[in-house]
């Protein structure tokens, strides 16, 4: 026969019951931590440029020419550790849905345009 039939280097159990999904997920995260903390650094500086008028989760991600799947996270780490907040505003989408506004929390009491 030929090469294609030959055994894999390790035997993995047909059942792990998760350990090697767990396992992996642990090494993804870990791998995408200094990415993930360098874009919510851009985030934040994009943010402080928009000043009182802030940004949507979808404006910011186009601002920084990323994907909203990739933004409301990293959205979500700057709410939570209180360096953005959303206004109260909303704002029309592309898709024209309506959008939560966020800014930078030292533009929050500010008159909003």
Do not use: W
Not at 17 to 33: D, F, P, R, S, V
Not at 40 to 68: F, P
């Amino acid at each position: 026969m030929s090469d294609y039939y030959q055994d894999p280097p390790q035997n993995l159990p047909l059942f792990d019951h998760g350990q090697h999904a767990k396992a992996t997920k642990a090494e993804a995260y870990t791998a995408a931590q200094p990415k993930q903390q360098a874009r919510k650094q851009l985030a934040l500086i994009v943010l402080r440029k928009a000043e009182r008028r802030g940004h949507t989760r979808e404006s910011l991600g186009d601002a920084m020419n990323l994907r909203v799947q990739s933004i409301c996270s990293i959205a979500l780490d700057l709410l939570r550790d209180g360096l953005a907040v959303e206004t109260g505003d909303r704002r029309k989408t592309s898709t024209g849905s309506s959008a939560a506004v966020i800014v930078a929390t030292e533009f929050a009491g500010s008159d909003r345009q």
